[in-house]
């Protein structure tokens, strides 16, 4: 079963999430349409690097933006979740071991406790951004299952694998159900909402376009973000 | 009764159509009418598939749910934070809906629609900037307007608004010859106090082409007089086209893209006709929104840019400031407290803040801003439509809370509003909560101010 899962079970899901994401970048660029999208795209390409840039750089530092900054909260939940969501899994020592003895190499990893922390931190994030749809009556309106469901999805590597590191209850079990989460989540992000792992960028440089080129850009004028 | 005789799917293009519109007394049949009126359900999901693209799929798909722009839209705010305002809410479920349901809704659906395209949003964008994947619902409700107008779902001064631009090419029923003539009339009116005032129409190879919105030689011709005087005082060489005067777009509020692109095709012709330099537009911001930012796209120009440089009158007067073209005396400056209200059309829409401060810094001694301000500032509460519409007063009423909170508490009495929408709903928003303001475009304020050349001023007749 472990051979399985971590074999070809895991090329077909880094294979699915890699081409897939991919596939949707290439979509979504190919979709673009100056004229039903009413900004010109081909016609100001400087412009328009510019508004992209400033439009994805100033929404991934935390408090960069008046949003991050009216919602503090929100802003450091959705930081640490993010974060420790891609960070954790790549530099992870175990994930490393396991890829030095497959692929013969490695990235620098992160000290176990570090890693505890993170996980932890990821599971109570996700704890709270749970807590937030329920709590507060405009995130509730707009939520569905579906949206619990990608939260679920998203934390359930997290979990399983804090359980088996810590060798809680049947260790092989949990592995197993560990690399089965991650998984499901690496052929889940292109399928569903999740595909904002790429979309995110191409919706920021999109807008950012859209500003740096019709609404003010070729005015010289920065949108303050 | 599938399509009504006032009510149903096809456009207005001719006067009696209008006519018969226009003496439908607020809509009434119009409106008794739209609860029999037909989904064209093919035709919907058939657009549908055609436009929604890229970005606005990806919007509608990726949409976190997340309620971050819940606060970012005065409508919500105004409506004590009702749920139902929530942005993405108000999208997810009308277009959300329809695409879900690959377009098989119903009548009573298309009402939901309507209420809320034009009445729970006013376009106004500023949503997107709140929302971590730009998702901007402004551009999503007005693709919904545009929706709702294929299948006749629009309210009725709206449909009467785009009519209005497919018979006249003009937001009301103003002729080439009622232009034209107040034109004349106005010049000959302020001759007396201003010798050798002219309004120049169409003369050729102008440095400026100016064009307005038809509210102004329709119900405030001394705007018109205004610009010449200020046009007169600079020394500029300008005209007015006798077509393609009108820059305003009650099209694009209603969501007819057919009727928008006539009319900013009428405006480009007259700037290649007369062959300007540049043009200037009114004191308005839908115009300049309509005719300059959105309008080169309606007409299919790949550059997104107008046929000659066009620029938005604060552009124009706060060039003519800092070149003296125009110089205030500073005996005359404003002195009290007074705000300016960025106009989400040209400000946040198009960068234009920086050169409203400016302005503001050669006429006002205590300026005091709104918070917040420049792109970030609320709408009046009146964009979008929302003023002209009267199935929604209310909810227009409403909205104008907001606004009337941010220019209070700048303390300041005088509101600049250099956009007829914007003026429209502060002037309501004094008519109905009686707070003690005043609100005024910049070209009388500036004409109080300016030092009189000697020449231009009239010569005393000799005793
Ligand atoms: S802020 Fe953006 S992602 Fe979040 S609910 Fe609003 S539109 Fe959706
Ligand atoms: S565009 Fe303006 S009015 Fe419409 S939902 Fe967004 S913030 Fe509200």
Redesign the pocket.
């Known amino acids: 079963m472990y051979e399985f899962v971590t074999g070809p079970l895991a090329w077909l899901a880094f294979g699915i999430f890699f081409i897939g994401v991919i596939v949707r970048a290439v979509n979504y660029i190919r979709g673009l349409d100056w004229k039903l999208d009413r900004v010109a795209y081909g016609a100001n390409p400087s412009h328009g690097a510019r508004g992209a840039i400033r439009s994805i750089f100033f929404w991934l530092v935390p408090f960069g933006t008046r949003s991050w900054r009216f919602y503090p909260g929100m802003t450091v939940l959705f930081f640490i979740f993010h974060f420790g969501l891609i960070f954790t899994p790549i530099f992870l020592r175990a994930h490393n071991m396991l890829l030095a003895e497959r692929w013969g190499f490695s990235l620098p990893t992160i000290s176990d406790p570090v890693a505890d922390i993170l996980t932890i931190a990821v599971m109570v994030a996700g704890l709270f951004l749970i807590l937030r749809r329920i709590a507060l009556p405009e995130v509730r309106i707009l939520t569905t299952a579906y949206d619990y469901l990608l939260i679920a999805i998203a934390i359930a590597p997290f979990l399983t694998g804090f359980l088996a590191f810590h060798h809680v209850g049947d260790y092989r079990f949990w592995l197993i159900t560990h690399i089965l989460a991650g998984e499901i989540m690496l052929i889940a992000i292109p399928f569903t909402k999740l595909s904002h792992f790429v979309l995110f960028f191409c919706s920021r440089a999109q807008i950012g376009m859209d500003y740096g080129i019709k609404r003010g850009g070729l005015k010289g004028k920065d949108l303050a973000w | 009764m599938p399509e009504g005789k006032l009510c149903n799917k096809t456009p207005i293009n001719t006067k009696e159509e209008l006519q018969a519109l226009l003496s439908d007394k607020s809509g009434k049949q119009y409106y008794e009418e739209m609860k029999h009126l037909d989904v064209d359900q093919e035709k919907l999901w058939g657009t549908i598939q055609k436009t929604l693209k890229s970005r606005l799929k990806t919007w509608l798909e990726i949409c976190a749910h997340c309620g971050l722009?819940s606060d970012?839209?005065?409508?919500?705010l105004a409506n004590n934070k009702d749920p139902k305002?929530v942005?993405s809410y108000?999208?997810q479920s009308t277009l959300g809906e329809i695409v879900r349901r690959k377009g098989k809704v119903d009548n009573d659906f298309m009402h939901y629609v309507m209420e809320t395209a034009w009445s729970?949003?006013?376009?106004?964008?500023?949503?997107?900037m709140y929302c971590p994947f730009g998702i901007?619902?402004?551009i999503m409700?007005s693709y919904v307007r545009g929706l709702c107008f294929g299948q006749g779902f629009v309210p009725w001064e709206m449909k009467i608004g785009s009519g209005m631009h497919r018979v006249y090419r003009a937001q009301m029923d103003i002729t080439t010859e009622d232009w034209v003539e107040t034109c004349e009339w106005m010049a000959e009116e302020y001759e007396e106090d201003w010798p050798g005032l002219e309004i120049p129409v169409d003369k050729q190879n102008a440095d400026i082409i100016y064009t307005v919105n038809a509210r102004e030689p329709k119900h405030y011709p001394e705007d018109l007089a205004e610009a010449a005087i200020l046009f007169h005082m600079a020394g500029e060489n300008w005209t007015v086209p006798s077509m393609g005067w009108e820059e305003t777009s009650l099209a694009m509020f209603a969501g007819d893209w057919e009727a928008c692109k006539l009319q900013v095709e009428s405006v480009y012709d007259a700037m290649k006709r007369l062959n300007a330099k540049k043009m200037v537009v009114t004191e308005c911001g839908h115009a300049y929104r309509a005719t300059v930012v959105e309008g080169p796209y309606w007409a299919g120009l790949e550059s997104g840019q107008t046929p000659i440089p066009s620029f938005h009158y604060v552009e124009w007067l706060a060039e003519a400031l800092r070149t003296g073209k125009i110089k205030i005396d500073p005996a005359k400056k404003i002195k009290e407290p007074v705000t300016y209200q960025d106009s989400?059309n040209y400000i946040r829409n198009a960068g234009l803040g920086d050169v409203a401060r400016e302005i503001m810094s050669y006429i006002a001694e205590d300026f005091r801003e709104m918070e917040p301000n420049r792109e970030h500032n609320f709408?009046c509460g009146g964009?979008?439509g929302f003023n002209g519409i009267g199935l929604y007063r209310e909810q227009r009423n409403t909205g104008l809370k907001v606004k009337r909170d941010q220019i209070l508490k700048t303390g300041a009495k005088l509101v600049v509003s250099p956009c007829h929408n914007c003026w429209d709903a502060i002037r309501d928003l004094e008519e109905v909560y009686k707070v003690g303001i005043r609100w005024s475009f910049l070209k009388p304020l500036i004409i109080e101010m300016a030092i009189v050349p000697e020449h231009l001023k009239p010569q005393e007749e000799e005793a």
Do not use: E, W
Request: aromatic share 8%.
């Open positions: 722009c970012s839209c005065f409508l919500y305002q942005p108000k999208v729970k949003c006013t376009c106004c964008n500023r949503c997107g901007d619902m402004g409700i989400c709408c964009g979008g």
